[in-house]
């Protein structure tokens, strides 16, 4: 199977922010989308705005929903964007060895679990390449390829990002690859500051007048969604033991509160 040269179609697991926002993109670039997630609520809203954002135009008509992967089955290309952990991980690259063939790519979505290791759990490691989205989006996008990953699967890997409209950086195999590896423990410690009294709004307006980052870490941590940014966290601080990467004490009360980030309309900031 050449999925390179083949017409892509898309099986994406997790309808999740990544998810949901990667299958958006992909059938506006005329990509067509098996969105699977167990959640019927999940999947609702996900279908709800892709369809928003695709209007009345084409688009709309290349997404599918399910809650089974067999009825992506024909797909060129598997994308895994479930939750960060690695009991969901295992679980979906299982589902996903049972029904697609070998020599499927499978792209991981994982920001913070080394690729050798997924590689592992999915029982074919040729096949497993990372393809890390950054959020908030940007037009870069990290391939990180394993020991054992083939060429196929990279090559694959770069032909999704491009027919996004994205560009393809490939970088080395370490748990948080770049992006989550640098911004996870920024956001954790502007996190710490507001615990200490500082406003959120404050450490945010420091960071992009003062150091260029466009949204702002507490801003991006909304984003992102305060249970993914913990599960993430806690990744990398046991692949990593660096203190940097322990959950803040404020995030872990957010997380217990229920105050999530935007998908929950509260977070560092309050969303109507």
Same mark, same amino acid.
């Given at each position: ?39 019927? =609520? ?45 009991? %969901?991980?295992? =679980? ?9 063939? %070998? ?8 920001? %913070? ?17 990372? *393809? ?11 391939? *990180? ?21 994205? =560009? ?5 195999? &370490? ?7 640098? &911004? ?11 615990? =200490? ?42 692949? *990593? ?32």
């Amino acid at each position: 199977m050449d999925t390179v040269t083949q017409p892509l179609r898309l099986t994406i697991l997790g309808a999740g922010a990544t998810g949901a926002g990667l299958a958006r993109v992909a059938v506006h670039r005329g990509i067509p989308v098996v969105l699977v997630d167990p959640g019927r =609520r999940v999947l609702e809203r996900a279908a709800a705005a892709i369809a928003e954002a695709a209007g009345a135009g084409p688009a709309r008509r290349l997404l599918r929903v399910t809650g089974s992967v067999a009825d992506g089955g024909d797909a060129t290309m598997v994308v895994e964007a479930v939750t960060e952990s690695a009991v %969901a991980k295992t =679980r979906a690259f299982a589902q996903a060895c049972a029904v697609f063939a %070998a020599g499927t790519p499978l792209a991981s979505c994982s920001s %913070a679990i080394p690729i050798e290791e997924l590689a592992d759990w999915s029982g074919r490691p040729p096949d497993l390449v990372g *393809t890390h989205f950054p959020n908030p989006a940007c037009d870069g996008v990290e391939v *990180t390829r394993g020991r054992r990953t083939s060429e196929h699967a990279v090559a694959s890997a770069r032909a999704l990002v491009l027919a996004l409209g994205l =560009r393809p950086v490939l970088i080395g195999e &370490q748990p948080g690859f770049v992006g989550a590896r640098l &911004q996870y423990p920024l956001i954790n410690a502007a996190a710490g500051l507001v615990g =200490r009294g500082a406003r959120a709004a404050s450490v945010d307006a420091v960071m992009g007048s003062c150091y260029g980052h466009t949204v702002g870490p507490l801003r991006a941590a909304d984003l992102i969604g305060i249970d993914t940014l913990v599960l993430t966290l806690d990744e990398l601080y046991t692949r *990593t033991g660096d203190e940097s990467c322990r959950p803040s004490p404020v995030l872990l009360d957010m997380l217990q509160d229920g105050a999530l980030g935007r998908k929950a309309g509260r977070g560092f900031y309050q969303y109507c």
